[in-house]
């Protein structure tokens, strides 16, 4: 099953960090890319069914670390 989020930055600087960053995530079909401007990172991934995914977390906590929050 893919899921899609999308998280805004206050800057670009914190976009481009974030998405330099997650493209190291080891998850299953991971696409990172900057979304509707250059302060929004759109990450999709497949999510593993029948056990814990940390996957969401981690890139919540990463894009909160970094100023940002989920806006999809």
Same mark, same amino acid.
């Given at each position: 099953?893919?899921?899609?989020?999308? %998280?805004?930055?206050? +800057?670009?600087?914190?976009? %481009?960090?974030? #998405?330099? +960053?997650?493209?190291?995530? !080891?998850? !299953?079909g991971l696409k990172?890319?900057?979304?509707?401007? $250059?302060?929004?990172?759109?990450?999709? %991934?497949? %999510?593993?069914? =029948?056990?814990? $995914?940390? +996957? #969401?977390?981690? #890139? !919540? $906590? #990463?894009?909160? $670390?970094? =100023? =940002?929050?989920?806006?999809?």
């Amino acid at each position: 099953m893919e899921n899609a989020v999308e %998280y805004e930055f206050k +800057t670009e600087m914190s976009a %481009y960090r974030f #998405l330099n +960053t997650v493209k190291h995530l !080891d998850a !299953d079909g991971l696409k990172v890319k900057f979304g509707k401007s $250059d302060h929004h990172v759109s990450v999709k %991934y497949r %999510y593993i069914l =029948g056990e814990f $995914d940390s +996957t #969401l977390s981690t #890139l !919540d $906590d #990463l894009a909160r $670390d970094l =100023g =940002g929050e989920e806006v999809s």
